[in-house]
């Protein structure tokens, strides 16, 4: 009913920049949170930032003043601008969101995206 597509991974060196975008389709009435997850190799799966409807953010600390999440409401779109990478972002980086369907608008369902890969070398 809903699929998120994510762009943007790559291989970068350390303190390169990489934009990563995350569209969401299919049956949406509206999309409250949208997240970006990151998951390293061997290590759980970790939440790395957050923007409500209304543009509200947060950041896990390690991240803080170097990423940057944002959201395009009209097209359904997050992105995150990551900026002086380090090889500790290195990680699968997946999309993730709280969508409201347009065939019942009385619960909201969380989609992933497939994830993209994020590889920062020193």
């Known amino acids: 009913q809903v699929h998120l597509v994510e762009s943007g991974g790559g291989l970068v060196q350390a303190g390169d920049s990489l934009r990563l975008s995350c569209a969401a389709s299919?049956?949406?009435?509206?999309?409250?949170?949208m997240r970006w997850y990151r998951q390293a190799p061997g290590k759980q799966r970790e939440l790395v930032a957050t923007i409500t409807n209304s543009g509200s953010t947060n950041y896990v600390d390690s991240v803080k003043d170097r990423f940057t999440i944002s959201r395009d409401n009209a097209k359904n779109t997050v992105s995150l601008q990551m900026n002086s990478l380090k090889p500790e972002d290195t990680a699968v980086y997946y999309c993730?969101?709280?969508?409201?369907?347009?065939?019942?608008?009385?619960?909201?369902?969380?989609?992933w995206g497939q994830g993209t890969q994020v590889t920062v070398s020193s």
């Open positions: 299919g049956s949406i009435f509206s999309i409250n949170d």
């Open positions: 993730n969101a709280e969508v409201v369907l347009t065939t019942d608008i009385r619960y909201q369902y969380e989609y």
